[in-house]
């Protein structure tokens, strides 16, 4: 690996674990009312986009991190589809 592709891990991780608090915080409290569902569902699309460019150009980095932020943004968004009945 050389220092693009570790430069590229590094802000793919920082992306990924930016959900983690909030996540947590939903998690815990189970208040999603001040959370937009359009904004989780545009992201997580994009990550899936993302994904499918990491395949096409080979790009480990890429296809690493968008797939956990993807299984991330994925519980944010069922979160956000779940608590929204109460």
Known sequence: MNFIDILGLLAGICVTISVVPQIIKVWKTKKVKQISLLTF???TFG?????VYGILKNDFPIIITNSISLFLNLIMVYFLIYY???
């Open 41 to 43: 569902s545009v992201l």
């Open 47 to 51: 990550i899936a986009m993302w994904i």
């Open 84 to 86: 929204e009945k109460d």
